[in-house]
């Protein structure tokens, strides 16, 4: 299945109109304010969001999982399922892998695909947390943490791998997520834990090539429930700054303890020059990895504002990856994607609308009112026009999710690939 | 300080145009997906939200309290407070006293101040969680669920002698909040502690006058910090349903522990009409009493989005009492409670557009994607003209908050009552 | 495998002496302080709590599963595993199956083998939360709260036929846990998804044998992330009072929001005569189901010091169905059970105990010092000689995990079963 | 009020024999199990922790405050209250003062009265969080991250007179805690905020004398309800590595978000070295600042644990400052500050009693089991004759809380200063 641009030609032209009075309006009140619009709409259309390749098909809990027509049996179809969505979109030109689920037999062929759909090859995933069938050590008790060094070297391997698939297929950065931690107190010596987990990435980063950047997420429970060794971003940061300058903390939306002030760490690290990448999703319990913007759409806003305000005050911090981390549980996969790439460019705009020279004044004066009245300002504005102006100016669809119903995708990939496929990976 | 209704149309003439272009816009395009605008605007000028006579001065933590100029001395000053913010929006028409805060020395004189601000007596509170001077007995280990008969019966006299207050002013319900429970385990004996709450209430409720309703506020924790003994709404329901019809449970946003899906709460009291009133505000840790909407507003339209249809739907459930239930730290009190009223017209307003009709289609066919766009839509949606439109109507002002600086309102306050004045009460 | 009395004779004898000496030491000393030891020792012996059938194999999280040699692979062999525990603990007399796992090919077989072991059945379990092979309707939306009748219906007949299946074995109790609720705002209507829950209930109670009783649970979230139709215990509550006198709130440990007074909860339903049963459990940041005592064993202290209490006082009350819920993800399974019951024994015993008398007498005169010295005392008291106590007199091992270990039993069991064997259910 | 050494002898007689007897048996059976009975004893008589200055009164909530009579209106009565805690317990030899709530007047004086009770001056604490009356700047907008470079250098200079005070009286350190944040989003500007509190520290640390150490605390929220600069233990690492080595980290427990890890924390800044300090208290919900050990036992112990870890393992981490951080709402400040001490020292001693050797071989097995076993070994050995030892060798009181009682000490401290006095300070 293949969007190609005259369908959406067509599908655009019968809401043309509608769109450009809408446009019209927001635009002309928020030039009026002396925004400029132009420059808003190019960043919003600019900006690019990865798609893992193991959220193309239906998740789970420890319940269960309910299976959903046409998930993407391989690489091949993975990438096909993205191609969809950046046709819809224009904005999700990228693709995470995670290895070993996605490692391909043909890596040209696999980049071809890819190419044909405009999709690059972001971060790299190495998986370190479950065993594979015939692996000779068990991750059962840690990996890069674990007492035994065979262990360890086996982990740190498999990342040395990954990068090397990586290279092959263009890629140009690592994403270490560790499950290593405990399940009991006195499980883990926590002081070694954490020295072997240090010795292992900067084995790790040792062999990163020069262009490569390593990103170090951190997690506080799950699927450990006494304690995770990279328990938060202090612990992530140290490890970046211990390994060396293209090592960077990464920032996944879900991986917090209840009621964290989330954008003060985005701030922080962007201060620091260590924020690399960026997870979205979104929660209400715990790691619950929703559709982004689905529970907490104002905190990803606030968080939208570090961002902007470090992309331009922060030289000393590279671009950032971005990538969607949901588990589509009960929705058509394709469908929560689009939802959340929508949810990610409103909140985008949103914050480029910030006045940031009056906000810059109101906090100077301990004007809290009105500082709290310019974030709401930009916040309460409809942008969802400059979204789309945004689509329309990239060839993509101006309302993504009603395209790709219109289209049929969904039936049309079922018919393709049948009702019981079942996802590789998780 | 007084308004009059010729500045606010002096103020508003200057604004007018740009408004009618914005309400035009919004206006158009709603009725376009089939929506009554004028009966949106009109229940939004309907919305009347009590403001607490303690709400008007600086609040504080146990840290300290940074004082604020011209704060109100006297009951006549709190009504002339709120007098401003009902002349500026038109949305605050009631007050909440609390006693012995707020003990009126000439009755038929408050009342008259009331009438000539527009302001009728909400729901009356009592306070047994703080001795006063002369006290004959202490609270300082609970009041209406004490060990000691005599403390009991000292807590239901002052909520009797609370009624009878709120009699001569015309109020028409008490809210009882107890911050009874304990700080540390063993110190109660939790069922001696719930009957004592439940004969407690029973003993004012059966002196309640036909025509007035009781709240009975629930709170999982502080001032304790072991136990609260009306710690959840189920506890408040099972006391609201023991003492009798006239009593119903009153949920403030904040008494919640984290993560508590509240909008739930509210619909199934709702179903059981037993919804009696409700406390806005807003949090982040605890119950932080911060600025309504400043922290979550999406979970502030999904509740509103509850309270619309309980509103539509139930019957059984009495009209409800509202009430603005925050602490101004740091902020103008008057400012942070024009915030607070503009935070709650626009999740109002956003969820009186939801298609609900559409909303249920949806969930029938469990088309989950699209509940949530349904709800989103209307979220995302610039309610502000509609909201300045009901403004307008009732010779508001269409920027309140803009209008009472213009005003040069708290200057005014200052001139008239000085820089050092207290509020009474907290 | 099974472990004949003369073994753990054998076992017993060579630890008799150190026994003897400490069970004298804290005997004496108890005895001092007035308490009757015997009437102690006979309690903790007679305290027997259920073991679920899913839980002799090893748990997983949805990041995926390590599992473990030798798990039972059908019913007869969970039995088997369960007799090894009531032998060595002589507390693990009963077994709580899931059904469609544990449905009995052979009804008589099964009631022998139990019998053999001296198994009751306890509570019976349905499953509405997973999709069987072959299921005409699927409850990916719902079961017993569906907005399909036919659903609905579907699942109601599922908990009749658990309960004819129940009936058959000589169990009295239906255990309803319904992972029912949305992921998403909008998914539900909270109102109607009450009712439909509310009226199955019903409808199964209505064909509960009159010497049954039926448990209902309550959870905040998991699997659902937005809400869960019976979200607390108010909610459990509301719809037990609704189907009638046999029907009971459980309190299963982990299914509480952070921070929650558990303990409170079960004073209150021991109050009304509505706690039916309890699920046994530890957790440090949600529903973690880790061995029971791992991470809190003060809070499992002070809920037992109200079961005590609500034993001793609360005739409305009847007797609870204790069971232990809790996943064994890196443990050997029999080894965390043994250590689960250790837990519950020791903070029975503890519990047992508290001077009623002095802690009454201290809370009236408000003396908080006091009731906290009181509970902290019987807490700090190495209570373990009372507990072992309790198990020789019923013929059980001194050390039950230690025994365990001498005995070779997993070794034996992967003998007989294999390493590769998956046990049935999760 | 001064308790003399006879009275204690005297007292202590009484219970000598039971003593003697609990500590044999408690001896005999740990010397069995290879453990050095005596030098366990020894390490718990040496544990001193301080007692700050505000403790000695009543505390209070945002609600109110219930006070106690005789609490110290000076600070000669402050040093006389913890005179009786050291006298009574030999493990408060320490003060904590607050400044500018402690200054003395005659400096040499009150150097004879602390020496006089054995007392020394530890950690110093300034105060930027309230504003004193006749202050020149106001905090209400932060100190040491606030946008005016004036109200900077007031706050820096507050605690270089606080470094002064403190080397008049002894004291080598200075804890600095910051109340500085946001109430609402947008209010600071975070980088900026972050990069002024890393000035300001600075600023103050160059003047820091050479044998002096500067603690930094940390804190998620209150007195600010939306951020605080030093939120997290990563922030304020940050921040002491940026001094400079006579900066650290100070952990008070009760300053994390729910189910933080913190022993893992400790841990980690006891491997980096950076670990300076440790207020003691409990709490379920927040900073709830309740009796040590009286809700989280466990927790304590295995922060503890972590703790010997790290005295004996970690050269490179200096020795700690210990502290007593809690208000007493309702108990008897001096009471509960008996029962915080004995919480801290039980503590202490279970995890003193963990057999490391044993515990290392279990980790490197894997043993899960056996490390819960070798933990809860220690954890639910009594250990209160170990500490009567420590104290009785000491001449302390063997038991402090009934020994305060039957020497009726607040009712000769209500004789000497009267009902109504209010400890200065909060």
């Known amino acids: 299945m293949k969007i190609d641009k005259n369908s959406i030609s067509d599908y655009n032209s019968q809401y043309k109109d509608t769109f450009e009075q809408e446009f019209r309006f927001v635009s002309d009140s928020l030039e009026q304010k002396g925004l400029n619009v132009e420059s808003v709409v190019k960043k919003i259309s600019d900006f690019q969001v990865a798609i893992p390749s193991w959220a193309l098909g239906a998740g789970g809990t420890r319940f269960g999982r309910f299976s959903y027509g046409g998930e993407p049996s391989s690489l091949e179809q993975k990438l096909n399922d993205i191609g969809v969505l950046n046709a819809l979109t224009k904005s999700a030109g990228a693709v995470s892998l995670h290895i070993p689920w996605d490692i391909p037999d043909d890596t040209q062929a696999i980049k071809e695909i890819a190419e044909s759909h405009g999709i690059a090859f972001d971060a790299m995933n190495s998986n370190t947390f479950q065993d594979q069938p015939g692996a000779e050590e068990t991750y059962k008790f840690g990996s890069l943490n674990n007492t035994s060094k065979n262990v360890r070297d086996y982990a740190i391997q498999h990342n040395l791998d990954v990068i090397r698939i ?41 062999y990163l090539p020069e262009d490569w950047r390593m990103f170090i997420e951190y997690k506080p429970y799950e699927p450990n429930f006494y304690s995770t060794t990279i328990q938060d971003w202090g612990t992530s940061f140290m490890l970046a700054n211990a390994c060396g300058e293209k090592a960077f903390t990464l920032v996944d939306l879900g991986h917090h303890l209840p009621n964290t002030n989330i954008e003060q760490i985005v701030a922080t690290l962007l201060l620091k020059g260590k924020l690399g990448g960026f997870h979205f999703n979104d929660s209400k319990y715990g790691d619950d990895d929703v559709t982004v913007g689905s529970i907490k759409p104002y905190a990803l806003f606030l968080i939208f504002n570090e961002l902007v305000y470090g992309m331009e005050n922060n030289p000393q911090n590279p671009s950032l990856a971005w990538m969607i981390d949901a588990s589509h549980n009960i929705k058509d996969p394709l469908e929560d994607l689009l939802q959340s790439i929508e949810a990610i460019l409103i909140a985008y705009a949103q914050a480029l609308l910030i006045d940031q020279k009056d906000l810059r004044e109101a906090q100077l004066q301990n004007d809290v009112v009105k500082c709290q009245e310019i974030l709401q300002d930009a916040y309460r504005t409809d942008v969802r026009p400059l979204v789309k102006a945004a689509r329309l100016k990239a060839n993509a669809a101006l309302n993504p999710l009603d395209a790709y119903r219109s289209f049929e995708v969904r039936k049309e990939l079922i018919k393709e690939r049948g009702n019981k496929t079942i996802a590789t990976g998780l």
């Open 166 to 206: 990586g290279e092959e297929l263009g890629s140009k950065s690592l994403t270490v997520w560790l499950a290593d931690g405990a399940n009991f107190p006195g499980q883990l010596n926590f002081q070694n834990a954490l020295k072997y987990t240090e010795d292992s990435l900067k084995s790790i980063y040792q």
